[in-house]
């Protein structure tokens, strides 16, 4: 089974500065995908990146990037120019790369509070 | 195109009844998934479905609770007899079928969710 570790339950970022929130995971599988959601406290998931395993190069959405390293099986987020809109809990997740669907795997989450 | 619908999005019941959660998929999604959220804790997967078809309910307990997406009409999901540890909010998702071929990634869209208190 495929296990999904978010070592900080909380962070801290002031507005405008630049946090990292860290993933790592465990699989046997070479391919699968990585994921960042987002839930603000409407609870709406949002998607806000999405990483295919056999891209060597890291998935970069606006203000978000991540940093893959295969190898060490960790998958950070981080956020740039933080804005107070992005105040909310962060999930990362796993998803095995399967034609049928499968589903995703996720870690407890981090709670990002953005500070004025 | 309206997103993944859900209803209600707060239920309410006490010990002993039985809990329907509904979820309508996006327009032209087959596949369902069903994922519950503990207080504090991340979404853990309960049940895939495929219109009339259970493809993987590894995460659903194997009491009181089952799900279906029949041919017409929405996905539910069913608790019987409730207790309170089954109070947490409860998220559909959906995704369109995959493209023989495609390298399209088939995207799970979540609904709002619907958060379940049993008194």
């Known amino acids: 089974a495929q296990t999904v570790t978010q070592s900080q339950p909380e962070m801290s970022v002031q507005e405008a500065e630049t946090v990292t929130l860290s993933c790592t995971y465990d699989?046997?599988?070479?391919?699968?995908?990585l994921f960042w959601y987002k839930q603000p406290p409407s609870r709406q998931m949002i998607l806000v990146i999405r990483q295919e395993a056999y891209k060597q190069q890291n998935a970069t959405e606006n203000r978000f990037s991540v940093n893959f390293q295969k190898a060490a099986k960790s998958f950070s987020l981080k956020i740039s120019d933080s804005q107070l809109g992005d105040a909310a809990m962060y999930f990362c997740?796993?998803?095995?790369?399967?034609?049928?669907?499968?589903?995703?795997?996720f870690g407890k989450g981090t709670s990002l509070l953005v500070t004025p | 195109n309206a997103g993944v619908m859900q209803n209600p999005r707060h239920l309410v019941r006490r010990r002993g009844q039985e809990a329907r959660l509904r979820c309508s998929p996006m327009?032209?999604?087959?596949?369902v998934y069903w994922y519950r959220q503990l207080p504090e804790e991340g979404l853990k997967f309960m049940v895939y479905?495929?219109?009339?078809?259970?493809?993987?309910e590894s995460g659903m307990p194997k009491e009181r609770f089952s799900a279906e997406f029949p041919k017409e009409g929405p996905s539910i999901l069913r608790i019987q007899q409730v207790v309170r540890g089954d109070s947490a909010a409860y998220f559909c998702?959906?995704?369109?079928?995959?493209?023989?071929?495609?390298?399209?990634?088939?995207?799970?869209?979540f609904g709002p969710g619907t958060r379940l208190t049993v008194l």
């Open positions: 997740a796993y998803r095995r790369d399967s034609n049928s669907g499968y589903a995703l795997n």
């Open positions: 327009k032209g999604h087959s596949h």
């Open positions: 998702a959906s995704s369109p079928p995959k493209v023989a071929g495609s390298l399209t990634y088939n995207e799970q869209f």
């Open positions: 479905l495929q219109k009339e078809n259970i493809i993987d």
């Open positions: 699989t046997s599988e070479s391919d699968y995908y």
